[in-house]
C-alpha cells in the first residue's frame, strides 16, 4: 500500500521568502511517480511540479522545485521567492505500479503567504 | 482545450436525500476518475473508470454511492440516500490513457473545479 505523509497542517511565511512543503512517502514499488498540486480556495486542483522515482534530477518548474531524497523517501516542495498568490492548499500525491493511474494525497498543507 | 467540466457546482440537500453529480472529462480522455475532499483531508479515491469499464472500486461505499459511465465519455456519481459524513466536495479527474506526448511518465491528472456537497 501506498502512503503520503504531509507533517505540516500550516505554514505562514513573509512574501518573497522561500518556502520549503514537507513530503513523506512509503511504497513498495521499485517504479513511481510523485506530484504536487497546488488547491486555491475555489477548490480546483493545479498540477506543479512531477518527479519520478528514477529521474537523476531534482525536478523544477519555474519558482516550484522538488527537493528528492529517494533514500529517506521524502520529496519536498520548495517554492522560491513566495508571492501573495501562493496562498492556497498544497497536496503531495503519489502513483505507484506502471499502468495503474491513481493518486494517493498525503493530507495537505495549508500555506499562507503575509505581505 | 477545454477542461474536465462539473456541475453542479453546489448542493445542498438534506439527509435521507438523493443526489447526482455529472462530469465531463477532457475529450479524448479514457481514464476517469471521482475522488471525495472531507473538509481538511486530501482527496480520496472513490471509483476509478477505463473507457465504460470500472477499474477500482474498492472505497466506493456501494451501499449508498453508485457511479456510471456508459458510453465511455461523461459520467455520472450518485448518492442515495446521503448521510451527514458524505458532506464534501467531489473531484472528477481525467488522464490520456495509454500516456502520450509527456516525458518521464508523468501523466498528469486534471481535476475539475469540483462539487461541493452540504448534507444537513
Known amino acids: 500500500a501506498q502512503k503520503i505523509t504531509q507533517t505540516q497542517p500550516g505554514m505562514f511565511v513573509q512574501e518573497k521568502e522561500a518556502v520549503t512543503l514537507d513530503c513523506t512517502y512509503d511504497?513498495?514499488?521499485?517504479?513511481?511517480?510523485l506530484f504536487w498540486y497546488k488547491q486555491p480556495s475555489s477548490g480546483e486542483m493545479i498540477f506543479l511540479i512531477y518527479?519520478?522515482?528514477?529521474?537523476?534530477q531534482n525536478a523544477t518548474e519555474g519558482r516550484y522545485s522538488l527537493n528528492f531524497q529517494k533514500a529517506r523517501k521524502s520529496a519536498n516542495l520548495v517554492i522560491s521567492a513566495s508571492q501573495l498568490g501562493d496562498s492556497a492548499m498544497y497536496f503531495c500525491?503519489?502513483?505507484?505500479?506502471?499502468?495503474?493511474?491513481?493518486?494517493?494525497f498525503g493530507q495537505g498543507t495549508r500555506l499562507t503567504i503575509n505581505p | 482545450e477545454a477542461g474536465v467540466a462539473q456541475s453542479p457546482r453546489y448542493k445542498i440537500i438534506e439527509k435521507r436525500q438523493s443526489v447526482a453529480f455529472w462530469c465531463n472529462p477532457i475529450?479524448?480522455?479514457?481514464?476517469l476518475y471521482w475522488y471525495q475532499q472531507i473538509l481538511g483531508q486530501g482527496p480520496k479515491l472513490l471509483i476509478q473508470?477505463?473507457?465504460?469499464?470500472?477499474?477500482?472500486d474498492s472505497q466506493l461505499p456501494k451501499d449508498r454511492f453508485s457511479a456510471e459511465r456508459l458510453k465511455g465519455v461523461d459520467s455520472t456519481l450518485k448518492i442515495q440516500p446521503a448521510k451527514l459524513e458524505d458532506s464534501a466536495v467531489y473531484l472528477c479527474?481525467?488522464?490520456?490513457?495509454?500516456?502520450?506526448?509527456?516525458?518521464?511518465?508523468?501523466?498528469?491528472?486534471?481535476f475539475g473545479a469540483g462539487s461541493r456537497l452540504t448534507v444537513l
Open positions: 500525491a503519489m502513483r505507484g505500479r506502471q499502468g495503474a493511474q491513481k493518486l494517493v
Open positions: 511504497t513498495s514499488d521499485q517504479s513511481y511517480g
Open positions: 518527479q519520478g522515482s528514477y529521474d537523476e
Open positions: 475529450s479524448g480522455h479514457a481514464t
Open positions: 473508470f477505463q473507457n465504460n469499464g470500472v477499474v477500482d
Open positions: 479527474a481525467s488522464i490520456e490513457y495509454p500516456p502520450t506526448g509527456l516525458s518521464s511518465g508523468a501523466n498528469v491528472l486534471t
